[in-house]
């Protein structure tokens, strides 16, 4: 009788964490659905229902649609009321409580009959309550709660804004992103750049991202067919859970863990002090608290110019003067070919063992510094590398650029540091910025990546050219496409760019750590329904193309580009500005223009 008690107990016990641990946010099963929108009203309805019905009966406590799920009017060959779509609307609603589930969506609608359509995303409740009626590119986000997970909804190009995209997560704690898109969602097109805008993401805000997007069985205008799908479950840490390519009219039912999404690096983006009043004025207009007007910024201007860049790719020994004397014999050789900038890697000077970083003297970098300079004096050429420095007492990750003169234009300190048993992170915003004959530029490294926020108000404030140092030496296939995607998103910024990374240096007799190249020169170009331009060995419209890219060995690759006054991402200019302009809150547009002037640090060119 004892043992019968003790067990059933347990059993009461064992049930009652389970059911905690859902009420708590620990875990929700979600069910991800891939549709082929239909072109009538009363057809995806049906589609619908018997989705949300097919959930229940799987144990979900979420289902999941695409944009435009139920009516899609570019697309419908039937013209209902309003009414009609209202009530239509109101009957997922009813089945969202019948099912007991909470149930999200996206449809066309319109205010009134003869109104212009606008996408909406609905958020229903197990009780079959309405707790969202979110209209695309317009609203700002909304923190609902399921079963007590804080989380957030977007519609596709909403990603594009900060305050939708990550905003949320850094400053009301959602741990899961639902972004219903409607097209080229998680699908590029390419085997190794799929999910690309969703893997960087949860990295950045490690958080889950969850993202369901229709499939279309026509042509787009890349000469894909069929085109979108790539619905997925993406985890904390960047990686796929779970997803679908092109199947059509399908769902897939996962457990996740929400204890998993620690929102680690979105506290410390949330924290850090030279972003900190940024996030604290956006957490003011996610609930309503008006901000002070911020002054009217004129973004830079640039010169009309063509620069040759140039992207020196190479192997890094342990043995500083090895390291040196292959920087040289680059800056020489590049200098030939009339490039006007060079660019090496991060730590290009000592490599990036940890012994050694920790162990090379002041006065060597001082002496590989002199020598660099007067290179670059002697070929007229700019140059950027990467190498430690001590500054203020403290060892720290910099870049150095240095003029076709030989001055040192800008020393910029890494801001993310990861590796903080090597390095202090920096504290200026304004060492990262520069010109290359008057062409305004930035200039970032390594684990900066992360941090799209210096990257996208850096465009805002009329950044052109990009340059990321890196040395990644988690070669591993999955790390290496991760970081693929991550550098192509963070480019995405500037008109053009480029990331340089160490090459393998496996074959050199003292290497340091291992590395596997892929260095890319990169440009933005085309665009929405707009084909390929010429040039490009890569095309991807909404992010940034490759123009030139790197194998695993010693290399340097080339591209001329020629520049233009302004970066059509900036403040005046950027479609995100127009609509924030366009809220009821223009607030938002002073929230990303006190970004613009923060991302400076008083830098004046």
Not at 134 to 141: E, L, M, W
């Amino acid at each position: 009788m004892i043992i019968l008690r003790k067990c059933f107990i347990a059993i009461i016990l064992a049930s009652t964490c389970s059911l905690m641990s859902t009420v708590c946010g620990k875990k929700l099963t979600v069910g991800v659905v891939q549709t082929v929108i239909e072109n009538k009203l009363e057809q995806n309805r049906t589609k619908l229902i018997s989705f949300v019905d097919e959930a229940k009966v799987r144990g979900c406590q979420l289902v999941i649609f695409p944009e435009g799920a139920l009516y899609w009017a570019d697309i419908a060959i039937d013209k209902p009321a309003k009414a009609e779509i209202d009530a239509t609307i109101e009957k997922i609603g009813q089945r969202a409580r019948q099912a007991g589930i909470w149930v999200i969506f996206g449809t066309s609608y319109k205010l009134t009959d003869n109104g212009k359509y606008h996408n909406r995303g609905v958020v229903y409740n197990p009780d079959g309550k309405r707790v969202l009626f979110y209209r695309k590119n317009q609203d700002v986000p909304q923190r609902f709660f399921i079963h007590g997970v804080p989380c957030n909804l977007l519609i596709c190009s909403d990603r594009g804004y900060l305050e939708h995209s990550d905003l949320p997560c850094l400053v009301q704690g959602s741990q899961v992103i639902i972004d219903i898109s409607g097209g080229h969602g998680g699908d590029d097109g390419r085997p190794d750049l799929r999910l690309i805008r969703y893997r960087p993401w949860a990295t950045r805000t490690n958080a889950y991202v969850i993202v369901s997007n229709p499939v279309h069985d026509d042509t787009d205008f890349m000469g894909h067919s069929p085109w979108g799908g790539g619905s997925a479950i993406i985890r904390p840490d960047g990686s796929i859970q779970a997803g679908r390519r092109y199947e059509k009219d399908v769902m897939f039912v996962e457990e996740i863990n929400t204890e998993k999404a620690t929102l680690a690096e979105a506290k410390l983006r949330r924290n850090h002090p030279l972003f900190r009043t940024f996030w604290d004025a956006g957490r003011d207009l996610l609930e309503e608290i008006k901000i002070e007007p911020v002054p009217e910024i004129t973004p830079y201007t640039s010169a009309e110019r063509t620069i040759k860049v140039a992207a020196a790719q190479i192997a890094c020994s342990r043995d500083i003067d090895e390291n040196i004397s292959t920087i040289l014999r680059h800056i020489a050789q590049v200098a030939q070919e009339d490039a006007d900038i060079v660019v090496f890697q991060e730590l290009a000077v000592t490599g990036a063992h940890s012994d050694d970083i920790l162990s090379v003297r002041q006065s060597e970098l001082d002496n590989a510094l002199i020598k660099i300079r007067n290179a670059a004096k002697k070929g007229s050429i700019y140059v950027i590398l990467g190498m430690p420095y001590d500054i203020d007492g403290a060892r720290r990750n910099c870049a150095f650029v240095i003029s076709d003169n030989g001055t040192v234009q800008t020393r910029y300190s890494q801001i993310v540091v990861k590796r903080s048993n090597l390095f202090q992170p920096g504290t200026s915003t304004k060492a990262m910025w520069f010109n290359v004959k008057s062409v305004h530029a930035i200039v970032t490294i390594g684990d900066d990546v992360d941090w799209i926020e210096i990257a996208d108000l850096a465009a805002s404030r009329g950044m052109y050219l990009h340059f990321h140092l890196s040395y990644q030496s988690d070669t591993s296939a999955q790390s290496a496409t991760l970081r693929k995607q991550k550098n192509l998103l963070f480019l995405t910024y500037a008109k053009y760019g480029l990331v340089v990374n160490a090459a393998n240096p496996s074959q050199l007799h003292n290497p340091s750590l291992p590395a596997n190249g892929m260095s890319m020169i990169v440009s933005r170009e085309g665009g929405h329904n707009q084909a390929s331009p010429a040039g490009l060995v890569y095309y991807l419209p909404y992010q940034t193309s490759i123009v030139c890219s790197a194998g695993l060995e010693e290399t340097v690759i080339y591209t001329k580009r020629k520049t233009t006054p302004t970066n059509n991402l900036d403040l005046r200019r950027s479609w995100r500005n127009r609509n924030r302009k366009a809220r009821p809150q223009r607030d938002w547009y002073d929230w990303i223009t006190k970004g613009a002037e923060i991302i400076t640090g008083e830098y004046h060119p």
